[in-house]
């Protein structure tokens, strides 16, 4: 597990309860360090978690990412920010051995040319360099780039070489993203390396050329029922009695036979309309499934569409009707997340729209998750993820054993 980095830069990462419960289960496991952004608020949090843990098998360093401060458009990781921030974050005062690392250095680069923004790389190492020299539990500094993910096209490409031009020997540590789909990043790493690497965002990756603007690809089978593979031609007999049962509740049937008979009463002509709208969703919701590739888009759908909705036409819905529609979303959920991971594998195999080509065949019995640790450890020294539970932990813990 000395491997893997817990990566805590999250906000309010742990005030989850069950996320605290597997960050202390994993400090007894051996992990390679703890990734965290500069805050009092979440380094308190963890200082007292750590109190509280077990010591750890080995020294755990804890990698303080520290960002760009900005005043108009004067933007730059400056020497009098950085020294500040090191020199007052809780967790360097505690004493624990700490690694500052530069957070997204290519921030730098608006507003700038070239020349200009390698005056801010130049002025940047060197204040970490020389912070890191003074401060006796800083032995060596590192940096965290979205930028060097991205294609040297993007206004905020970062050149890992116009970085290394300027970092000195106390630079130890390269964060970058990397999983199967975005890849760019690992061509600008020198073979004779002498600084660590790991990967972040190993299990999410974005087919767009990493910027981010569309809808991640997630690498995991958490969550999905036991019992369901994805050698299963469709989402099984759970899904559809609740699908069937959704419909036959909210039929109202009689309802559109009386209204072709006699006018219906308020009440009635009420329950019919809603009974209508509430089958539509239901459909609607059933006909999205093959069209799914990502739970978090279905998440932000029923989030700010449907529960929504909901809320606006039906002021209280009976209890029947209440767990009958919990149960049809509960169980629709777990289709969502079936479906999502049965989409991904095939655009890992066979590619997307993005014009990207890809050939990752991953076995019916293993997870996704197994596979993207397994390839960014073919290439990287760690990958950074965050757990929030402890059965995540566990299987990070069997894939490690493997690896």
Same mark, same amino acid.
């Given at each position: 597990?000395?491997?893997?980095?817990? @990566? *805590?830069?999250?906000?309010?990462?742990?005030?989850?309860?069950?996320?605290?419960?597997?960050?202390?289960?994993?400090?007894?496991?051996?992990?390679?360090?703890?990734?965290?952004?500069?805050?009092?608020?979440?380094?308190?949090?963890?200082? #007292? *978690? $750590?109190?509280?843990?077990?010591?750890?098998?080995?020294?755990?360093?804890?990698?303080?990412?520290?960002?760009?401060?900005?005043?108009?458009?004067?933007?730059?990781?400056?020497?009098?920010?950085?020294?500040?921030?090191? @020199?007052?974050?809780?967790?360097? +005062?505690?004493?624990?051995?700490?690694?500052?690392?530069?957070?997204?250095?290519?921030?730098?680069?608006?507003?700038?040319?070239?020349? %200009?923004?390698?005056?801010?790389?130049?002025?940047?190492?060197?204040?970490?360099?020389?912070?890191?020299? +003074?401060?006796?539990? #800083?032995?060596?500094?590192?940096?965290?780039?979205?930028?060097?993910?991205?294609?040297?096209?993007?206004?905020?490409?970062?050149?890992?070489?116009?970085?290394?031009?300027?970092? #000195?020997?106390?630079?130890?540590?390269?964060?970058?993203?990397? @999983?199967?789909?975005?890849?760019?990043?690992?061509?600008?790493?020198? +073979?004779?390396?002498?600084?660590?690497?790991?990967?972040?965002?190993?299990?999410?990756?974005?087919?767009?050329?990493?910027?981010?603007?569309?809808?991640?690809?997630?690498?995991?089978?958490?969550?999905?029922?036991?019992?369901?593979?994805?050698?299963?031609?469709?989402?099984?007999?759970?899904? @559809?009695?609740?699908? +069937?049962?959704?419909?036959?509740?909210?039929?109202?049937?009689?309802?559109?036979?009386?209204?072709?008979?006699?006018?219906? /009463?308020?009440?009635?002509? %009420?329950?019919?309309?809603?009974?209508?709208?509430?089958?539509? *969703?239901?459909?609607?919701?059933?006909?999205?499934?093959?069209?799914?590739?990502?739970?978090?888009?279905?998440?932000?759908? $029923?989030?700010?569409?449907?529960?929504?909705?909901?809320? %606006?036409?039906?002021?209280?819905?009976?209890?029947?009707?209440?767990?009958?529609?919990?149960?049809?979303?509960?169980?629709?959920?777990?289709?969502?997340?079936?479906?999502?991971?049965?989409?991904?594998?095939?655009?890992?195999?066979?590619?997307?729209?993005?014009?990207?080509?890809? %050939?990752?065949?991953?076995?019916?019995?293993?997870?996704?998750?197994?596979?993207?640790?397994?390839?960014?450890?073919?290439?990287?020294?760690?990958?950074?993820?965050?757990?929030?539970?402890? /059965?995540?932990?566990?299987?990070?813990?069997?894939?490690?054993?493997?690896?």
């Amino acid at each position: 597990m000395n491997r893997l980095i817990l @990566n *805590l830069s999250k906000q309010n990462a742990l005030m989850n309860p069950e996320a605290a419960k597997a960050v202390q289960s994993a400090l007894g496991m051996g992990i390679g360090g703890i990734e965290i952004v500069r805050s009092d608020a979440e380094e308190s949090h963890l200082l #007292t *978690l $750590l109190s509280s843990s077990p010591s750890p098998p080995s020294p755990l360093p804890i990698y303080l990412k520290i960002g760009y401060t900005s005043t108009g458009s004067n933007m730059l990781h400056s020497p009098e920010f950085i020294s500040h921030e090191i @020199n007052t974050s809780p967790i360097v +005062k505690s004493g624990r051995e700490v690694i500052p690392v530069i957070h997204n250095l290519e921030e730098g680069k608006r507003d700038r040319d070239l020349k %200009e923004f390698e005056e801010v790389v130049k002025i940047c190492v060197g204040s970490f360099d020389e912070i890191t020299k +003074k401060t006796k539990n #800083t032995p060596s500094y590192g940096l965290s780039s979205n930028g060097l993910g991205l294609s040297i096209s993007h206004p905020l490409h970062l050149s890992l070489e116009t970085f290394l031009n300027h970092s #000195t020997s106390s630079f130890t540590h390269l964060f970058f993203p990397y @999983n199967p789909i975005e890849t760019t990043s690992i061509s600008q790493i020198p +073979k004779d390396k002498s600084f660590k690497t790991i990967a972040f965002r190993p299990l999410t990756g974005y087919p767009d050329g990493g910027v981010g603007e569309g809808v991640g690809l997630r690498f995991l089978d958490y969550d999905i029922r036991g019992g369901m593979t994805m050698d299963m031609k469709g989402v099984g007999e759970e899904y @559809n009695s609740a699908l +069937k049962l959704a419909l036959g509740h909210f039929d109202a049937e009689y309802l559109t036979i009386e209204s072709g008979e006699r006018t219906l /009463t308020p009440e009635e002509r %009420e329950t019919l309309d809603g009974c209508k709208l509430l089958r539509s *969703l239901i459909l609607s919701e059933d006909r999205s499934l093959d069209s799914i590739r990502s739970f978090q888009s279905y998440e932000k759908n $029923l989030t700010q569409n449907i529960i929504p909705l909901i809320h %606006e036409n039906f002021e209280e819905l009976d209890e029947e009707s209440t767990e009958v529609l919990a149960g049809f979303f509960m169980e629709h959920a777990n289709a969502v997340r079936w479906y999502s991971a049965r989409e991904t594998r095939r655009l890992m195999r066979v590619g997307g729209d993005d014009g990207m080509q890809r %050939e990752h065949y991953v076995e019916e019995n293993e997870s996704l998750q197994s596979y993207a640790v397994r390839f960014c450890l073919e290439e990287v020294d760690c990958v950074s993820v965050g757990v929030t539970r402890g /059965t995540y932990l566990k299987e990070f813990e069997e894939i490690f054993k493997k690896v």
